[in-house]
């Protein structure tokens, strides 16, 4: 079956540490996301990627990194620097940009402890 | 002004009333419009995707779009207490020159039965 898979589902993380997010993606998409959603919040766009080996900042990327190395990858890094990590996060595919759907994944939910 | 902006929630109506939910976006060349549903705790699912002026239906959805205006709307007939949810408008934005999807707030809907 076609879709997007993010692993894991819950995270936790401790303070200082940085954790990656796994997003994975097999409908052959070009473009790929990452988004931010904190309680009873939109969803926040942190970086965004149209091809492989090129990526964009969102409106919030401070102390994220993200790599987008091959076509069905987009992982995303919560480094030491981001101070306020605990949020739900997202990851969403579409064939060709923001002009087509977008399908997200299931969802990972960070927590720092 | 905020890229995308949705009627302020949560809005309630009696089960087999119409529920309106109502979308205003800033970018003028803006060209494809989306209504996204998100149940609690759970990640976006896409209802509506409209890209020309005018209404489209599916259902018990109608989306309409008014580019004049940039305003976007989504209708649900017959509300069951399953449509409660939050519903997220999104707008494709090429600002930077890159084809992105921006979320509005969302808006959170009550069906009573």
């Known amino acids: 079956d076609g879709g997007i898979t993010q692993s894991p589902k819950y995270l936790f993380r401790k303070e200082g540490q940085n954790v990656t997010l796994s997003c994975e993606q097999n409908?052959?998409?070009?473009?790929m996301y990452w988004y931010r959603q904190d309680p009873g919040q939109g969803l926040r766009l942190i970086y965004y990627?149209?091809?492989?080996?090129?990526?964009q900042k969102g409106d919030i990327a401070e102390g994220y990194s993200v790599s987008r190395e091959k076509k069905e990858s987009f992982p995303l890094t919560v480094t030491s620097a981001q101070k306020n990590p605990t949020a739900f996060y997202l990851c969403?595919?579409?064939?060709?940009?923001?002009?087509?759907?977008?399908?997200f994944g299931q969802g990972t939910r960070l927590t720092v402890v | 002004q905020k890229e995308v902006e949705q009627n302020s929630g949560p809005l309630s109506v009696p089960e087999g009333a119409i529920a309106s939910l109502n979308c205003t976006y800033s970018?003028?060349?803006?060209?494809?419009f989306f209504w996204y549903r998100q149940y609690s705790g759970k990640s976006p699912e896409l209802i509506m995707s409209?890209?020309?002026?005018g209404d489209k239906e599916d259902g018990r959805f109608t989306a309409q779009l008014n580019k004049a205006s940039q305003y976007v709307s989504l209708l649900i007939r017959d509300s069951q207490p399953s449509d409660s949810a939050t519903y997220l408008c999104?707008?494709?934005?090429?600002?930077?020159?890159?084809?992105?999807?921006?979320f509005g707030p969302g808006t959170s809907l009550s069906v009573i039965p």
């Open positions: 969403a595919s579409s064939q060709t940009g923001g002009n087509t759907e977008a399908f």
């Open positions: 409908l052959n998409h070009d473009a």
């Open positions: 990627s149209q091809i492989v080996n090129d990526f």
């Open positions: 970018d003028r060349v803006s060209q494809s």
């Open positions: 409209i890209y020309s002026n």
């Open positions: 999104a707008v494709n934005s090429v600002k930077t020159s890159y084809d992105k999807v921006i």
